[in-house]
């Protein structure tokens, strides 16, 4: 069984650095493309950042790039999302998606889902 388990979300001053964590299991880590999600209420959820273990392919949001990072370890079976210089718009339940084919920042792009975190940018 497929399963992803977020944490590190939490309420930040606008400036400030959180970093998200998706544990993941029931599948081959390295083979799976891996995503972070977003979804600010009242609004469709959009991807952030994108990550694929085996050869190191990357994507990010253009509202995100520069100040967020994506990074996997591969032993930990943990994809990270290290986010600074938060704004409020950055606002936001994340989600951690994984797919074995997928490849794209829509969410129909990602099978696999975990529950979320939120994320809180108080100006």
């Known amino acids: 069984e497929v399963q992803l388990v977020e944490s590190g979300g939490g309420l930040v001053q606008a400036g400030g650095s959180l970093r998200l964590s998706c544990a993941a299991s029931?599948?081959?880590?390295?083979?799976?493309?891996i995503g972070w999600f977003r979804q600010a209420p009242g609004k469709e959820r959009e991807g952030v950042s994108l990550?694929?273990?085996?050869?190191?392919?990357?994507y990010y949001a253009d509202s995100v790039k520069g100040r967020f990072t994506i990074s996997s370890d591969n032993a930990k079976n943990t994809v990270y999302l290290q986010m600074k210089t938060l704004k409020p718009e950055d606002t936001g339940v994340y989600y951690c998606?994984?797919?074995?084919?997928?490849?794209?920042?829509?969410?129909?792009?990602?099978?696999?889902w975990g529950q979320g975190t939120q994320v809180t940018v108080s100006s």
């Open positions: 029931g599948f081959s880590f390295g083979d799976w493309a």
């Open positions: 998606a994984a797919d074995p084919t997928g490849w794209g920042p829509l969410p129909i792009d990602f099978g696999f």
């Open positions: 990550i694929h273990s085996s050869d190191g392919r990357t």
